[in-house]
């Protein structure tokens, strides 16, 4: 999955600036920098729920030329083919926990309702969660919830994971029921592209570091190299000390 030379506008303000990133499958990405530097940006390219100006995008068989339309069949399988995590959850209220993480595979993927809860409750049992598939999320804490929004997004079989910020909404001992849960699927080689600015996380789970400062790439690497406190980037390295 490759992005390059992507350019965004919100109206006059040039949000990404010939962003070139590859995401590698089975890897995890980790993405950090300032607030507002165009992270969230660069997640929602990913997912189409931005669609870029300019710049292309690569992934399996699809290409897509941003300065040229988007059809909808291929904006329907680059959906499928990432799964979007949110800080907020967005768990549908009404549904139980079994029914919000079938939904989609009932629904999209045309799966039979045996099926899909059987598949469910597997994903459930792998976030911890398999005693509330009949919950409503009004009655989960936020690490819960959380962790059902992953199984949720898991149950679609999407090639990547896209996290924005998954745990900025939590204390930190529900985030850390979170955290654990990414490291094993990261463990399990399930391609994953995070927003945190988490960095013990980031420095654990990354394969590749990406640092993003106004709409630039600043930094695409190893995390060992990243997180040294003489970083040779005067930036890097005061982004660094103040998050840690
Ligand atoms: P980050 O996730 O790194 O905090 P974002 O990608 O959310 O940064 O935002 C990058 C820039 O784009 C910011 O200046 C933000 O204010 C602006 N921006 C983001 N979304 C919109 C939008 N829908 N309309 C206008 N400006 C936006
Ligand atoms: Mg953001």
Wanted: aromatic share 8%.
């Amino acid at each position: 999955m490759k992005l390059a030379k992507i350019n965004k506008w919100f109206g006059e303000k040039h949000v990404l600036k010939d962003v070139s990133l590859e995401f590698p499958a089975g890897q995890t990405t980790v993405l950090v920098g300032p607030s507002g530097s165009g992270k969230s940006t660069i997640l929602r390219s990913l997912n189409l729920l931005e669609q870029p100006d300019r710049g292309t995008y690569d992934f399996d068989e699809l290409h897509l030329n941003f300065a040229k339309s988007v059809s909808r069949k291929q904006k329907l399988l680059l959906r499928q083919k990432t799964g979007m995590v949110f800080q907020d959850y967005n768990l549908f209220p009404h549904l139980t926990v079994l029914q919000n993480v079938t939904e989609g595979p009932i629904r999209v993927l045309k799966k039979s309702k045996e099926t899909a809860n059987q598949e469910a409750l597997e994903i459930l049992s792998k976030v911890g969660l398999r005693d509330f598939a009949d919950a409503y999320p009004a009655q989960l804490s936020g690490g819960q919830a959380q962790r059902v929004a992953i199984a949720r997004a898991l149950a679609m079989k999407p090639e990547y994971v896209l996290l924005d910020e998954p745990t900025s909404a939590l204390d930190p001992e529900l985030e850390l029921e979170v955290l654990r849960v990414l490291l094993r699927l990261a463990q399990e080689n399930q391609s994953l592209i995070i927003v945190t600015h988490n960095m013990v996380f980031a420095r654990r789970v990354a394969d590749k570091i990406v640092f993003v400062e106004d709409g630039t790439i600043k930094y695409d690497g190893d995390p060992a190299a990243f997180f040294v406190p003489d970083n040779p980037d005067e930036r890097i390295r005061h982004f660094i000390a103040a998050m840690t």
